[in-house]
């Protein structure tokens, strides 16, 4: 039994295409459509190999001994599986999981809540578990090492705490940025699994065994070119397909082929090596408008009519890791591999383009951006 909790929080966008079509964050549709395609059992998980065996591991173990596992933190970029490796967890377990996230924990008593209706052996997952607020964490400390809280009654002077025993469960947290975690809570979780990107082979698994749950037709070659475009992401690698899948549907006769396939995506604006629209623009207007840079942040941002913080967040991150884009101490500069993605012909070396250019400081007029 899946039970989700949201006490409190941000309104979720329903609406799929005002999202990028290669972004990986999880839109209400994503989330609706992705219930349908997880793998239930970790023999059934595509990639992550390490992290599999690992998890086989602390899970067999805990089932030998009779007793829960010990808290887990999964760890990664958003999309690669944290939440379904957290639903195989409980159905592994034979427990049923009670889901919630940080941004919905604003209190303590938001938490206190959660906590006091867990069943013994129940997996809690808490997704974006770095943002959950100050108080609800120092909460989840005792929780976790002492399975206890201190509910507090009353205010000032004649507040008092009254302790309430909790059954034994297992944490589960998931996190895009282990590094904003305060040393306390990640040191109370016993097993990190980090997740990394997957290949465009383990990919096209993916996209052959979600079409084969969709009752999709699709040709191999296709499932690896759309596994290909997807930036080493499940998630975009699903939406992907089930674009391609409208395309077919109206335009190409029902099956997926290759031609219809690179059709899609011609559609969708997902070039060969997975960028979009606004990924181009970006690469365009630093080497037409700007010779390849170096230019600053906030002045790139405008020049592609967008907010500074969606071209460092949304954008840069990938083009970085792609090497088409580098970020200096005076600035963002076009590499040479952006050049010749965009079929322009690159300036002449000089100064600009120094040794500087995987420097991931990134500063902007003095400043750290």
Same mark, same amino acid.
């Given at each position: 039994?899946?039970?989700?909790?949201?006490?409190?929080?941000?309104?979720?966008?329903?609406?799929? @295409?005002?999202?990028?079509?290669?972004?990986?964050?999880?839109?209400?549709?994503?989330?609706?459509?992705?219930?349908?395609?997880?793998?239930?059992?970790?023999?059934?998980?595509?990639?992550?190999?390490?992290?599999?065996?690992?998890?086989?591991?602390?899970?067999?173990?805990?089932?030998?001994?009779?007793?829960?596992?010990?808290?887990?933190?999964?760890?990664?970029?958003?999309?690669?599986?944290? @939440?379904?490796?957290?639903?195989?967890?409980?159905?592994?377990?034979?427990?049923?999981?009670?889901?919630?996230?940080?941004?919905? +924990?604003?209190?303590?008593?938001?938490?206190?809540?959660?906590?006091?209706?867990?069943?013994?052996?129940?997996?809690?997952?808490?997704?974006?578990?770095?943002?959950?607020?100050?108080?609800?964490?120092?909460?989840?400390?005792?929780?976790?090492?002492?399975?206890?809280? &201190?509910?507090? +009654?009353?205010?000032? +002077?004649?507040?008092?705490?009254?302790?309430?025993?909790?059954?034994?469960? /297992?944490?589960?947290?998931?996190?895009?940025?282990?590094?904003?975690?305060?040393?306390?809570?990640?040191?109370?979780?016993?097993?990190?699994?980090?997740? &990394?990107?997957?290949?465009?082979?383990?990919?096209?698994?993916?996209?052959?065994?979600?079409?084969?749950?969709?009752?999709?037709?699709?040709?191999?070659?296709?499932?690896?070119?759309?596994?290909?475009?997807?930036?080493? @992401?499940?998630?975009?690698?699903?939406?992907?397909?089930?674009?391609?899948? &409208?395309?077919?549907?109206?335009?190409?006769?029902?099956?997926? /082929?290759?031609?219809?396939?690179?059709?899609?995506?011609?559609?969708?604006?997902?070039?060969?090596?997975?960028?979009?629209?606004?990924?181009?623009?970006?690469?365009?207007?630093?080497?037409?408008?700007?010779?390849?840079?170096?230019?600053?942040?906030? @002045?790139?941002?405008?020049?592609?009519?967008?907010?500074?913080?969606?071209?460092? /967040? +949304?954008?840069?991150?990938?083009?970085?890791?792609?090497?088409?884009?580098?970020? /200096?101490?005076?600035?963002?500069?076009?590499?040479?591999?952006?050049?010749?993605?965009?079929?322009?012909?690159?300036?002449?070396?000089?100064?600009?383009? &120094?040794?500087?250019?995987?420097?991931?400081?990134?500063?902007?007029?003095?400043?750290?951006?």
């Amino acid at each position: 039994m899946i039970e989700h909790s949201h006490v409190s929080g941000e309104s979720e966008e329903s609406n799929e @295409t005002l999202q990028r079509i290669i972004g990986a964050e999880a839109g209400a549709l994503d989330r609706a459509a992705e219930g349908a395609l997880r793998p239930r059992e970790l023999a059934d998980f595509v990639g992550q190999k390490k992290v599999r065996e690992q998890l086989s591991l602390v899970l067999d173990a805990a089932s030998m001994r009779g007793t829960p596992p010990e808290h887990m933190l999964l760890s990664g970029p958003p999309g690669l599986g944290k @939440t379904t490796l957290a639903m195989i967890i409980a159905h592994e377990l034979g427990s049923p999981l009670k889901i919630t996230s940080g941004p919905a +924990v604003q209190h303590a008593g938001d938490l206190a809540a959660i906590l006091s209706s867990l069943e013994e052996g129940e997996v809690l997952f808490i997704d974006e578990i770095h943002r959950l607020a100050r108080p609800a964490e120092e909460m989840l400390y005792m929780a976790m090492e002492d399975f206890r809280v &201190d509910v507090v +009654v009353g205010k000032g +002077v004649g507040a008092t705490a009254i302790p309430l025993e909790l059954p034994p469960f /297992t944490a589960v947290g998931a996190t895009t940025r282990a590094g904003m975690l305060p040393s306390p809570l990640r040191d109370r979780f016993g097993f990190t699994g980090h997740l &990394d990107y997957y290949t465009a082979e383990e990919l096209s698994r993916v996209i052959a065994r979600s079409a084969a749950r969709l009752e999709i037709e699709i040709e191999a070659k296709s499932a690896y070119e759309i596994a290909s475009r997807s930036r080493g @992401t499940p998630r975009i690698a699903n939406r992907l397909l089930r674009r391609v899948r &409208d395309y077919a549907q109206v335009r190409g006769g029902g099956a997926i /082929t290759m031609e219809s396939t690179l059709e899609a995506l011609t559609v969708y604006e997902v070039d060969p090596r997975g960028l979009d629209r606004l990924d181009r623009a970006v690469l365009h207007a630093l080497c037409t408008k700007f010779g390849g840079g170096p230019v600053g942040l906030s @002045t790139l941002a405008i020049a592609v009519g967008e907010e500074t913080e969606t071209v460092e /967040t +949304v954008v840069e991150p990938f083009l970085v890791r792609e090497g088409l884009l580098g970020r /200096t101490p005076r600035g963002r500069i076009a590499t040479p591999a952006a050049w010749r993605h965009l079929e322009l012909d690159a300036p002449a070396p000089n100064s600009a383009h &120094d040794s500087t250019l995987f420097d991931v400081s990134g500063r902007e007029d003095g400043r750290f951006t």
